[in-house]
């Protein structure tokens, strides 16, 4: 069967939280499906990276963003649009997607967040993968930065756009039972199921230490250092929370791992035993180095990949409420909540100790078994019985 994925990212690499995701469903679909991939790049290195794809997949169709994407969202948005669905907004990606249905029998579509939403053919059933409720960030955004009002415009649009989409689609899918409560809360009649992430348990496995490491006290956070909830992240760590650590251990160390770091990040590695690395080609090392991980996001939406790359690793990680509730029922083993920075002390200090932190990880967070949902779904769309 012809499947059309729509991406808002090139699927390719996995090594960022969004590619991540929409890498794995392409993978999975392409199984038994010839899929049909649409996606923006936004450079020539992507545009190699989403070509790279055409080996499973049946066709590629990758859009470059223009330079001037930016400055014509933010005047759209003053008129009133969504931000990022103007920043998204493409008549060639709206054309192609309505010569190609009129081409193939496209079975279904599957819309890769809420901004591709709007490039799903009409008339073709649509599988609708919100994976955060992304208006709920922005209105995270509104509480946090200054000024607040058009973080709220944004997610007061955004809002309107997931609602829209899910009446649309056969079914919406968010990555955690904190988002699916969240979407039905204001979208009560939409249909939704929770697909939870996985993790690459052969690529994330547990690694001896770098030599020179062993003994020392290593704290590690992992994740891209332009993105806000991030930035704020570790701003709010180092500032709160490691100066007492360094009383405590004057030695100890607090390492940032990440590409693109800002001025702010950058700014951090001033203090004494603060290490910002910026872009590294494999993490691993940093991860095996870590007495603990740390992940004390304010804003949190959606499973954080880095909490589940280093359960992987058998490593404990250290997290904030906001990333708590994201695993909600149940904590992970191996995942420690801190109220505040005295509880983050003291479980760097006296980390968890458990025997069974990976194999734990394994039994809910594999690719394999989350992903079956989303199969399962398209079946029933593609049985007599479904259409």
Not at 30 to 54: G, P, T, W
Not at 104 to 124: E, H, R
Request: glycine residues 4%.
């Amino acid at each position: 069967m012809d499947i059309l994925y729509l991406s808002h990212c090139v699927p390719n690499p996995p090594n960022k939280g969004e590619k991540i995701r929409a890498y794995h469903e392409v993978m999975r679909l392409a199984r038994r499906h010839r899929v049909h991939l649409c996606c923006f790049a936004k450079s020539e290195s992507e545009i190699h990276d989403a070509n790279a794809l055409k080996a499973v997949c049946a066709s590629v169709y990758v859009e470059t963003l223009s330079r001037l994407a930016l400055p014509a969202a933010l005047l759209r948005f003053s008129l009133g649009a969504s931000l990022t669905t103007s920043f998204y907004r493409s008549t060639k990606m709206l054309a192609y997607t309505k010569r190609l249905s009129a081409e193939v029998p496209l079975s279904t579509s599957v819309a890769f967040c809420s901004m591709m939403g709007p490039f799903a053919p009409k008339g073709i059933p649509l599988l609708f993968d919100c994976v955060d409720v992304d208006s709920e960030k922005w209105f995270q955004y509104a509480a946090l930065r200054w000024p607040s009002f058009p973080y709220k415009w944004e997610a007061r649009r955004i809002r309107e756009l997931e609602i829209r989409i899910g009446q649309q689609a056969h079914r919406t899918f968010v990555t955690t039972g904190q988002e699916l409560a969240l979407l039905q809360s204001f979208a009560p009649g939409v249909p939704a199921k929770r697909v939870e992430n996985g993790v690459d348990f052969d690529y994330f496995a547990p690694q001896v230490p770098p030599p020179g490491v062993v003994g020392r006290m290593v704290v590690v956070f992992v994740g891209a250092m332009d993105y806000y909830p991030n930035v704020d992240a570790v701003v709010w760590f180092a500032t709160q929370v490691f100066p007492q650590l360094r009383r405590a251990v004057p030695d100890a160390e607090f390492w940032i791992v990440g590409y693109k770091p800002t001025r702010t990040v950058r700014r951090l590695s001033r203090y004494p035993g603060i290490v910002v690395t910026g872009a590294v080609p494999d993490i691993r090392p940093y991860a095996a180095a870590a007495k603990v991980f740390v992940a004390p996001l304010r804003v949190a939406r959606g499973i954080q990949n880095k909490v589940l790359e280093a359960l992987a690793m058998d490593k404990p990680v250290l997290v904030s409420p906001a990333v708590a509730k994201t695993f909600s029922p149940e904590l992970p083993i191996g995942v420690v909540q801190c109220d505040s920075p005295s509880d983050y002390l003291q479980s760097i200090l006296n980390p968890p100790v458990h025997q069974s932190i990976r194999e734990s990880a394994k039994r809910r967070f594999t690719w394999e078994s989350n992903l079956s949902i989303l199969e399962s779904e398209i079946d029933a769309l593609l049985s007599p019985s479904g259409r």
